[in-house]
């Protein structure tokens, strides 16, 4: 059975840091590229960042820029998403999700992606 598995969220002072992962099962993450969106309360599903296969390709949302940063370690089958400065307004439930194509240009539509985690909380509070 193909999953995507999250781990890593917490509740965390502003200012403070975390690093989710995102562990393949039942397939091969370096196969293919893979994204971290979230979702806050109310809100629609954002994409904030992908790593391609080899980790040649970022993307990353503009709002996150120079605090979040993706990675991957394919001998452990495993993406990750640094998140620092973290703020009020990144509270959300964190998801890592397949791209399903092969080919295609890479983006941060959450209709591109196939199998998804879900999810691990992240809370931003004081």
């Known amino acids: 059975q193909l999953q995507l598995v999250e781990s890593g969220g917490g509740l965390v002072q502003p200012g403070g840091s975390l690093r989710l992962s995102c562990r393949g099962s039942g397939f091969w993450l370096d196969m293919y590229t893979i994204g971290w969106f979230r979702q806050a309360p109310g809100k629609e599903r954002e994409g904030v960042s992908l790593?391609?296969?080899?980790?040649?390709?970022?993307i990353c949302a503009d709002s996150v820029k120079g605090r979040f940063t993706i990675s991957r370690d394919d001998a452990k089958n495993m993406v990750y998403l640094q998140i620092d400065s973290l703020k009020p307004a990144d509270t959300a439930v964190y998801y890592c999700?397949?791209?399903?194509?092969?080919?295609?240009?890479?983006?941060?539509?959450?209709?591109?992606?196939?199998?998804w985690g879900q999810g691990t909380q992240v809370t931003v509070s004081s």
């Open positions: 999700a397949r791209f399903r194509y092969s080919g295609k240009s890479l983006d941060l539509d959450a209709q591109n992606y196939d199998y």
């Open positions: 790593i391609g296969r080899n980790g040649g390709n970022i």
